[in-house]
């Protein structure tokens, strides 16, 4: 197996700015637009923003750091990094089949929902939200969750696409698609805050999203799902930094980068919410109406706002970007696993990788039609079962596992070295090394611990 000697030939980001679009992009995905406004309405607003902030600096840019850092001195895609860096026999390397499983568990489920924003684009174009009365909308979603053909269509179509950037190489594919689509990304969502701010309810919204207001905050299960939120959002935990970073140079600061990461990733999903909640409070809509905020609420809004389409279709294909930038980065993980372990090209690699995790997707295409009657855990559909295995189990247990591996397992000398080749900043090192012993693991193992005692008593953390 051509493990340990392609080091020299490895693929590599054509500039920092590349690699920090690319990282950028993979962080900045649904979890930003759909999922960060709907959680900080069910989690209350204000404080619990805060607290997500809070995490991002604490547990989210040293895990970020380790993650990338592991990833640079071990030249490979996780299984291989361990490998590498700990030798052949070494257990670490489960901690990479952990993080590759979960990358095609998370892609798996993360194709369909990205199918349904290119349903929702389709319909924004095509007029669909005019054509009916608004009560007519929310069930819209509904429908295309029940419809098995549709759900595997837009899936197909979408995996499609990701597999075209993916076969195209880290620089002439995912470097140059994210090159395109995340500055593309800004730009629309700059001009839908524009847009915003010029509605009734964007005051009220402000201190909705700002203000720290106690009587509306939740406690404990808040934080932990502020924890869990940066996680995802920051695309923690199963390698995916990782690999992006096995690609950076050596004369990139990794702390940093990892810091610009991270503040990128928290602003798209504060302006995401500033650009949400006006509409929703001008509207006169609850705030905590969970995942369907999106795809349910925000169609009946778009169909009475003046220009409400074209903010519509912007709106839809934003979120698209997202989710193709994102995708990507679960495919390269996997692929890439495939390429090193079993010798293959890319492009046979980045297909067979990508066929046979569609393949497995169909299950979450078809949990809402065909198998909505199967359970997995707990009282879960397949598609949610998936989501909770692999998010909220997977990706804490591996960010524990990185944190502990740069914290405690690669030696103080050897970390110091990686750190700081390319830092503008090697005084910060004995800080972070703090941080990723025992902060960063202490605080995800909280989560962790929460997460298994709810699997027991058989109530769910709030997500
Ligand atoms: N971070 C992305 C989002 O917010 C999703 C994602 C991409 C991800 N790659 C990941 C999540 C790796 C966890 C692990 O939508």
Known sequence: MAVQQQTGKRAHWGSKM????????????????????????????????????????????????????IGRRGQGSPIT???????????????????????????????????????????????????????????????????????????????????????????????????????????MLIGLLIYATTLDGFGEAMRFVFYPDLSRFKGTSSVLAAVGQAFFSLSLGMGAMLTYGSYLKKDS?????????????????????????PVIFTFGFEPSAGPGLVFKTLPVIFAQLPGGQLVAIVFFLLLIFAAVTSSVSLLEVVGSTVMERLGWGRRPAVLASGLVIAIFGLLSALSGSTLSGVKLLGDRSIFDSFDFLAAELMLPLGGIGIAVFAGWVLQKKETKDEFDQGSKSPQLFPFWRVLVQFVAPAAVALVFVQTILSLFSGSDVVH
């Open 253 to 277: 600061d990794i702390l940093r980068s990892a810091a610009i990461i991270s503040v990128l990733d928290i602003i798209v999903a504060l302006m995401a919410a500033c650009i949400l909640f």
């Open 81 to 187: 990094a361990y490998e590498n860096l700990r030798g052949n026999k070494s257990l670490w390397k489960l901690l990479g089949w952990v993080g590759v499983v979960a990358g095609f568990i998370i892609l798996s489920y993360y194709v369909v929902v990205a199918g349904w924003t290119l349903d929702y684009l389709f319909k924004a174009i095509t007029g669909a939200f005019w054509a009916v009365e608004t009560d007519q909308i929310p069930p819209m979603f509904d429908t295309l969750y029940a419809s098995a053909f549709w759900n595997v269509l837009w899936m197909v179509v979408f995996m499609a696409f990701t597999i075209g950037v993916v076969i195209g190489g880290v620089q002439a594919g995912i470097e140059r698609w994210n090159g395109v689509l995340m500055p593309g990304l800004f730009l």
């Open 18 to 69: 590349g690699f920090i679009l690319a990282a950028a992009g993979s962080a900045v995905g649904l979890g930003n637009i759909w999922k960060f406004p709907y959680v900080t309405g069910e989690n209350g607003g204000g404080l619990f923003v805060i607290i997500c902030v809070a995490c991002v600096f604490l547990v989210g840019i040293p895990i970020m750091a380790a993650e990338i850092l």
